[in-house]
């Protein structure tokens, strides 16, 4: 699937996200692809604070993620995020390589569906105000 | 698919967890998996420092989490993993309820394989090892 | 300072929380002293639902971690945590030890203030329900 | 105390630090003194790697930290550390400031001591590397 919008960011692996094997512990992935994540909301104009504003939250069905290479101290990553899904769920995809070498670090994907903020209701047709800030994209 | 063994653990979600929804943050149930893994592990008599003493590490290539329900503060879930796969990757189920309701929280799977430690290469036949643990269950 | 009322909480270190030395992360102690907080805080009644019922939140002005030993994986640690001052600040004093022999891991404190849901002024004088909360220790 | 050698970096608080009252989790913040240490330890030309190729390693025995206001998500903070003292244990003070008001969130302090990497014993005189390493700003 080809992403209709993305944005990118970068980061370094810290001391404590590594685990005793000296790489970052596989579990701390979500707060990179997070990164990545944010990056594409803004630049779309939906961020946390936008969508609080908007009456909906958006949280996760899924999270997919496919380790290809370890990430490790004080080597900086970027990670590039798109936006693959809208009209239903909002469906990202997420790009992560090494910056020195280009090196793929990992590949995933997530799926997070509205709510309707007071409610817990998940709404399986987006709200038209994705669509909105998509326009442009379209 | 169906687990050869499978055990469980029990965890009660705490404030560092959740985020400003007043959920757990969905990029920290990673660590909520790894308790039900570690109960397994633990049962075939292959923990982190047997894993060591072996001589394999086991990296992750693939992790897939489907959120079912949000974990909130004081609800105390339980989780079971189960292991599947063991021939190539060691390959992992999850499951996650909160014990009061017995609802579903997430379900979710893991796939590791082994590598030599001091060396980078995967191994895509598991080493004989992980079938000796698993003899007992096979 | 001696306490007026105290409780404590046992707490397993999980591979998450360790570094590359092997031992629990000097700056993950935070998530261990918490256990033994909210363990007091429920034992007078007043736990992080009923602070917000109270119309109070309580940051924190203040927190001191002297470490005496390293936490290792699988080593269970008991933390104790005390109320020892109340008509200001909150100050609650902390000590993990080790639960095999004995050992101490850690002492600690911390100070919070009440703020008023809604506000951001520190009320240097602590408001009637922590007071009333604990009256039965007093 | 004066510091003989400081450095500062740049972080912006992320969603998932923060905590259900919409500021930083009191118990994140030693991540974001880490990445003030880290830019001075970098600066006198003994990071981590170079700790541990050096023959030690060194474990914190206080840290000890002052909130003097919440950090909040997207509002970025300035981490400046400072080696104060280096005889015995290093010592290293820290203050952290939003950058865009000027305005203080915290004042902290760390000592560690050095122990020879295979023991456990603290070493209660530094080791000569860290004289060495500070040579330049004595």
């Not at 970027?78 to 239903?88: C, D, F, H, M, R």
């Not at 280009?102 to 817990?120: D, F, H, L, Y």
């Amino acid at each position: 699937m080809k992403a209709i919008v993305s944005a990118s960011a970068e980061a370094t692996p810290q001391f404590y996200d590594l685990d005793p094997m000296n790489i970052v512990w596989h579990g701390n992935y979500p707060k990179y692809l997070e990164l990545g994540r944010v990056a594409v909301m803004k630049k779309i104009g939906y961020n946390y604070e936008e969508m609080i504003e908007s009456g909906y939250a958006w949280p996760f069905i899924e999270m997919r993620m496919r380790y290809a290479r370890p990430m490790k101290l004080d080597h900086p990553v970027k990670i590039t995020a798109g936006i693959v899904e809208w009209e239903n769920a909002l469906r990202i995809t997420y790009s992560i390589v090494e910056v020195a070498t280009g090196e793929r670090v990992m590949r995933a994907s997530s799926s997070q569906v509205a709510v309707k903020i007071g409610t817990t209701e998940m709404l399986w047709v987006a709200p038209p105000i994705l669509q909105e800030k998509l326009a442009p994209y379209l």
